[in-house]
């Protein structure tokens, strides 16, 4: 049972992770311009991302890793966008 609502919160977090920056992704995707967000942001964002996901792989911690995989993606996507049109 204990290890079900690991399971569950791991996924949970994950879900809402992703979540969280597809509103951005999509808006971005659409306008095809990230003008209004900050290049610092994304840039520490990625970097947080990527040694969350190191951690993750460390320690064991698939739902730390999947979550910080998935937004780095996002979060690329957006930077990329950033950087080709703004």
């Not at 049972?1 to 509103?23: D, F, N, R, W």
């Not at 792989?57 to 966008?81: E, M």
């Amino acid at each position: 049972m204990e290890q079900m609502v690991v399971t569950i919160l791991g996924i949970s977090a994950t879900g809402l992770a992703v979540l969280s920056l597809l509103p951005q992704a999509v808006r971005t995707w659409r306008t095809r311009s990230a003008r209004d967000i900050s290049l610092g942001w994304l840039v520490i964002a990625l970097i947080s991302m990527v040694l969350w996901v190191a951690y993750g792989l460390l320690v064991g911690a698939p739902a730390v890793v999947w979550a910080n995989v998935l937004t780095f993606l996002q979060a690329g996507f957006i930077l990329a966008i950033k950087l080709k049109t703004d």
